[in-house]
């Protein structure tokens, strides 16, 4: 190249500046998004641990329902032998007062 070419070339502007400010400015914008992504991927991850947690918990929960619920029957049928129980004393003692008054 000639002296005096390579001067010219020199002074004169890059014609892809402005390609690469616009470069520059993708680049820039995909850092602030490639940021955004791993902060909703932590909270992503947060999120399905808590849902996790969640799911045992109501498992869990389900299970002593299922227990006392079958507590519950139980006792019911026992209870409801308690009940006819009293009912019989109480009608027994009953029908003893009403004898009783009458033989007086």
Sequence with gaps: MPA??????MTAPCRYETDIGLLKAAIGEIKDSLAHL???ITSSAVLEE???????R???LEARLHEV????AHNQGSS???ERVIWGVITLALAGLLVTAKQQ
């Design 50 to 56: 808590q849902v996790i947690q969640f799911r045992k």
């Design 58 to 60: 109501l498992g869990t």
């Design 38 to 40: 791993t902060e909703l």
């Design 80 to 82: 409801r032998w308690v």
């Design 69 to 72: 619920e079958l507590e519950i």
């Design 4 to 9: 005096g070419t390579a001067g010219a070339a």
